[in-house]
């Protein structure tokens, strides 16, 4: 049996419109906090979902979104997702989240949620540009890499330049940027290449490795510190980096010893690496924040195209040859996949 505001109302003892201007916030309901309380732990508790597409058909607000992702999520946006899907909880706004591989099934399932009732839609790190200059049928938000043009993204250029300038500063003047393919990390590329120009310092070299159909890259690697004498590689996420600190470890080459290497993400597992990792965090509670914050905004018919490019922080460990405490605490309970410092990411001892 299907959980209904009437039950609601009737097991709280108060009536059925009180219970509608509870759930859908209302700023006119004149009901005690008890109350209002009462009927929120309830809903919450039965498990109540509004009939949206009963709402949509009179022509009223769902309080519902979808968020369209890819076929399958990395740790990271995991976490943003996770994070996004409870600030959204706290405005009172559900969500379907639903995949799209192209822009063609983007707008096919895109009518198909509109006929269900959505208000709104969010593109989350989708696998291609989108361009919400078209006709989309409903407001909307994208949020992604900074490259591919979205709404609100962090600044993947500012981390390359953080990355670069620090093992400059090291001494360190032969580097490999290490990636899947170049053309998805333009922006962390870009930077490192621009941060070593501007530095006038001579003899700094700079190649490009990558690994996306190139079963030699393994002996690429290896060749490039034996025999180019490569003192850095700047990876482009986190999970790399582990691969190949232990690939390089594993073939007799100390890290940071006789290379450096660092990450990009903030992944909490750059902590549990043989080296503790340097990395880029990026800054996934205001990334969650913002875009809700900007898509209420456009669901009010509020005009605002700038695009929002959020600060990234650089954490040091012990991979580019800096000297670290190291933390002999153990966690388990409650382990963050990120390591961002944020409410959400408290370690337990």
């Not at 109302?9 to 759930?23: F, N, W």
């Not at 009963?54 to 990271?76: D, E, P």
């Not at 996004?84 to 949620?113: C, F, N, Q, S």
Request: glycine share 6%; proline share 5%; net charge neutral.
């Amino acid at each position: 049996m299907s959980v209904t505001m009437k039950s609601i109302a009737r097991q709280v003892g108060v009536t059925q419109p009180v219970v509608s201007a509870v759930l859908n916030n209302r700023s006119y309901c004149r009901v005690s906090a008890e109350k209002r309380e009462a009927i929120l732990a309830l809903a919450k508790e039965l498990g109540f979902r509004p009939n949206s597409a009963a709402r949509h058909l009179r022509g009223k607000k769902t309080n519902t979104i979808a968020i369209f992702t890819n076929q399958g999520c990395s740790v990271l946006q995991n976490e943003i997702l996770r994070i996004m899907l409870r600030i959204l909880e706290e405005r009172h706004l559900h969500a379907y989240t639903v995949t799209a591989g192209d822009p063609g099934e983007l707008r096919e399932k895109l009518l198909e949620m509109k006929a269900l009732g959505i208000d709104a839609f969010i593109g989350f790190y989708l696998g291609f540009e989108l361009n919400l200059s078209e006709e989309w049928p409903l407001p909307a938000v994208s949020l992604g890499v900074s490259w591919r043009n979205p709404d609100v993204a962090a600044d993947d250029f500012q981390g390359g330049e953080l990355l670069c300038k620090h093992l400059l500063d090291h001494g360190l003047r032969r580097f490999v940027f290490l990636c899947n393919t170049v053309e998805k990390n333009i922006d962390k590329y870009s930077a490192i290449e621009q941060t070593i120009r501007n530095s006038n310092i001579p003899g700094v070299t700079l190649k490009a490795m990558e690994f996306h159909h190139n079963p030699e890259i393994v002996n690429e690697i290896l060749s490039a510190v034996k025999n180019e004498k490569v003192q850095a590689f700047m990876a482009s996420n986190d999970y790399i980096s582990g691969r190949l600190m232990g690939l390089l470890q594993h073939s007799g080459i100390s890290v940071p010893g006789e290379v450096a290497i660092t990450g990009f993400d903030g992944l909490a597992a750059s902590t549990m690496t043989p080296v503790p990792l340097t990395t880029v965090v990026l800054p996934l509670r205001q990334l969650a924040e913002r875009t809700v914050e900007l898509l209420l905004a456009r669901m009010e018919g509020k005009k605002n195209d700038r695009k929002i490019l959020l600060p990234v922080t650089l954490r040091i460990g012990e991979s580019c040859g800096c000297s670290v405490p190291f933390d002999f605490g153990f966690y388990w309970e409650r382990i963050p996949p990120v390591l961002e410092n944020t409410e959400d990411n408290e370690n337990t001892n």
